[in-house]
């Protein structure tokens, strides 16, 4: 006997399409009470009262949804269900309820040409509803999520342990972050602790407190804060800034600014900006492309370096004016004032600087802006221009002027980029930033000027990057930048890289070359860094085969040269489950005729993310290791986080249910033996979709709503609460008081007479909620009835889809 038996009764009724007669003979020969025919008169409907459904609107499914029919089976359109479905929420009530909550709102009196699709069948409402009867979406409505109280802590600990003929190198680093979020308030502070063989270093980076204000619609931030204005680069400053509110309307890391390069060995990859060290992490040998930054202003370049395992370093720039449209200045006033926290001048005393500029729209593609930058002995202006040619052309230029009243030193600086597809499939972005002998950063104020540091600057910089995607021949990207300086010296770093997929293995190409490297490490701001002789200039060219073995499974083949040194390697990868992936590798010196191996691990245990390697060359011996994640602290307790924790996040609860899989805008998290996990980054101003994976619930555990969209404001600490429905399915043998099968097509009501289903073969019925102990009946088909007790088991296996039980059915 199948389920589809048990459950054939509604369509059965509407397959035979009887309209306002039944035929009772037909009724009869199915074995069905007559008298149902009562109920489903006229078609297939749903049962009066709530019940649990799952909600399609136009074509799209919303998830399970509380629904409430009247007796004759129509749908209520209740507050709860318009919110669900973002509808729009009449005043009119056709129907009252025992609460506000269960009111029927007459949905379609305001929109007649909405057409309802009830399909008791499969336990589903389907609305087509016109484009005018949704809801704005909430941030454009100004309705977001505020308040709540949580504290935080991040954390990000690598290193590594290399032992070899050479002597032992040891290098630990922790990056770590704390804070709390009270009243929309966030307040935050970050240090990190160095250890290299020995020498350990212990700095504080910074402590700040920012909010939103809705009545300025603007951002205040005081602390130690790097100001973030459109027109000057980012300054450490100890003070309080201003800023317009749209710096904060879009997810973290929502910019175009792009690392990239080519790691001879698994290297450490740190990546600065205005001196502060914004993103560090360890990567495999190979090619490695760094996106999502948590850039501190658009005007700063990226000073980025590659470290391998021994201590050897590579570093290249970034230049600012290549994601020039990275952080796009939003319109409205930026205003900043401060005490500068790094002194570079030589009198010893920090400057107190104000930094103010505006942001003004021209038309819809074009913006300009204006501004100046002051202290007691130095002065800056500068403006912007940034617009949209034919809605395709990008151009942004910057032009900026300096005084050093104690130098007597004035000078320019001017960038100009532009980025746009040339033609389908081929985009092109372009970038160049000129300045002057005589222009001068803040922080340079007041400094002698010596003909080598004069020597040392940079006097010109261009970027150029090209993309380009055929289907035939393959993917091709080329960036190139180049460097010049006032003393003649030049740098250049070109990446480019093509690759191709055929039908059994993917084939990449990846060159890498830096002329005139330069130290990560500037001596001023303004400057460029400066060269390192003891780092490896030249072309990397690496060619790469992977071969997939399955849709988890993949072995790579490569060979690369650098200098005067070959080298070839193999690897094997797997994806074993969500939680744990892994890669060996083994590889030959062809130029030494040495050869080392391998092995990385990367295990994602649902609350933290951790990597761990090991190679081994004739050399030495090397292990390291990443740890990552987050911790907050709330009303329901201490609740862990595989990702970092941003400024807005929240908490999500599906009831008591442990491991239950949750995807959130960051990616999935599970949550812990509360029922708890952490929604680590919730955009701000933005709506965000939270998803409960009903496969990873127990098999009789429902969701009366298993997806939530939340708008939540910047700060806040947001409850995501998932309701569980525990369901109890019984598949009961009922018998008579002399234990013979109840019939055929007996029916079955409830305490409030209501129709639940129909006795099937051999006396069983099957019941979709069992949870309460209830007593039923049934009436028979010589218009008799008799009662069947129900009761709950005292100890249930909720991953059994349903129970089985027998009960008699007695004499009224």
């Not at 240090?191 to 809705?214: C, K, M, P, S, W």
């Not at 802006?369 to 151009?395: A, P």
Request: include cysteine; charged fraction near 20%; glycine fraction near 12%.
């Amino acid at each position: 006997m199948g389920f589809a038996t048990l459950w054939s009764l509604p369509g059965l009724v509407s397959a035979l399409e009887l309209g306002e007669g039944f035929d009772v003979a037909a009724l009869t020969t199915y074995g069905i009470d007559p008298k149902v025919s009562d109920y489903f008169r006229s078609a297939a409907r749903f049962r009066e009262g709530t019940q649990v459904v799952g909600l399609r609107v136009n074509g799209n499914p919303l998830g399970l949804v509380d629904a409430r029919f009247d007796s004759q089976g129509q749908l209520c359109f209740t507050p709860g269900l318009l919110e669900k479905a973002g509808l729009v929420q009449p005043r009119e009530i056709v129907r009252e309820g025992n609460t506000a909550d269960d009111a029927c709102h007459d949905f379609l009196g305001a929109f007649p040409t909405t057409m309802v699709r009830l399909r008791p069948g499969i336990d589903e409402v389907a609305l087509v509803v016109p484009t005018q009867s949704f809801r704005e979406p909430q941030w454009e409505a100004g309705n977001f999520a505020h308040g709540g109280t949580a504290a935080l802590f991040n954390y990000d600990v690598l290193g590594f342990d290399s032992r070899s003929r050479s002597g032992a190198r040891r290098f630990v680093s922790a990056y770590t972050e704390a804070g709390f979020n009270l009243g929309d308030w966030i307040v935050r502070s970050r240090q990190f602790y160095v250890a290299d063989n020995g020498n350990t270093r212990t700095e504080h980076l910074y402590a700040y407190a920012q909010r939103d204000i809705a009545a300025l619609r603007s951002t205040f931030q005081a602390g130690q804060i790097s100001t973030n204005n459109p027109l000057f680069g980012g300054i450490q400053l100890s003070g309080v800034q201003f800023s317009p509110d749209g710096q904060s309307r879009g997810p973290a890391g929502s910019n175009n600014a792009v690392v990239e390069g080519l790691a001879q060995s698994q290297s450490r990859i740190e990546v600065r900006q205005s001196g502060v060290l914004i993103h560090s992490t360890l990567v495999p040998e190979g090619p490695f492309r760094l996106t999502g930054l948590p850039l501190l202003n658009g005007t700063s370049d990226l000073e980025v370096s590659v470290i391998d395992v021994r201590g050897a370093k590579r570093s290249f720039v970034v230049p600012a004016a290549s994601f020039a449209g990275a952080a796009p200045a939003a319109p409205g006033y930026y205003f900043s004032l401060g005490k500068v926290r790094e002194n570079a001048s030589e009198s010893g005393a920090s400057p107190v600087v104000a930094v103010g500029s505006g942001t003004w729209g021209l038309g819809r593609d074009s913006s300009a802006g204006f501004g100046l930058l002051s202290t007691d002995e130095y002065w800056s202006s500068g403006g912007t221009l940034s617009s949209v040619f034919f809605q395709r052309v990008s151009v942004g230029a910057r032009h900026n002027l300096s005084h050093d009243s104690r130098n007597a030193l004035s000078g320019s600086r001017s960038s100009v980029s532009v980025s746009s597809p040339v033609i389908a499939d081929i985009d092109v972005s372009l970038s160049a930033t000129t300045q002057t002998r005589g222009y001068r950063e803040v922080l340079e104020a007041g400094r002698s000027s010596r003909v080598e540091d004069v020597g040392s600057r940079f006097k010109n910089q261009f970027t150029a990057g090209m993309n380009w995607v055929d289907p035939t021949l393959g993917g091709f990207s080329v960036g190139y930048t180049r460097s010049a300086q006032f003393d003649g010296h030049m740098a250049e770093h070109v990446f480019a890289a093509w690759n191709k997929s055929y039908r059994y293995a993917d084939v990449a190409l990846i060159g890498d070359s830096q002329v005139g490297s330069t130290r990560a490490r500037r001596d001023a701001p303004g400057d460029r860094p400066r060269r390192d002789s003891a780092q490896e200039d030249g072309l990397s060219l690496r060619l790469e085969v992977r071969v997939p073995l399955g849709a988890d499974r993949r072995v790579s083949s490569y060979i690369s040269r650098q200098g005067g040194q070959s080298r070839a390697g193999s690897s094997f990868s797997e994806r074993v489950n969500e939680y744990v992936s892994y890669d060996l590798g083994v590889e030959r010196d062809l130029s030494r005729q040495e050869q080392s191996i391998r092995a990385n691990v990367d295990v994602l245990p649902r609350y933290a993310r951790a990597g761990l390697g090991i190679s081994r060359d004739p050399q030495g011996t090397t292990y390291s290791g990443q740890v990552q994640g987050g911790v907050v602290a709330h009303q329901g307790g201490l609740t862990f986080s595989p990702y970092t924790v941003q400024d807005t996040f929240g908490i999500v609860s599906v009831g008591d249910i442990g491991a239950a899989k949750i995807d959130t805008p960051q990616g999935p998290v599970w949550t812990d033996f509360t029922g708890q996990a952490v929604l680590a980054d919730l955009p701000a101003y933005t709506n965000s979709r939270i998803e409960v994976q009903t496969q990873s619930l127990p098999k009789r555990v429902d969701l009366k709503n298993g997806t939530q969209v939340l708008a939540a404001g910047r700060g806040s600490v947001n409850n995501v609460t998932f309701d569980v429905v525990t369901v109890r399915r019984v598949l009961l043998s009922a018998s008579d008081q002399q234990g013979r099968p109840l019939p055929q097509g007996a029916s079955v009501f409830d305490k409030n007479n209501r129709f639940l289903t129909t006795v099937v073969g051999d006396g069983m019925i099957f019941l979709n909620d069992g949870n309460d102990a209830q007593i039923l009946r049934v009436l028979l088909p010589d218009s008799s009835s008799c009662l069947l007790n129900l009761a709950p088991q005292s100890k249930v296996d909720n991953d059994k889809f349903y129970e089985t039980g027998s009960a008699v059915c007695h004499g009224r």
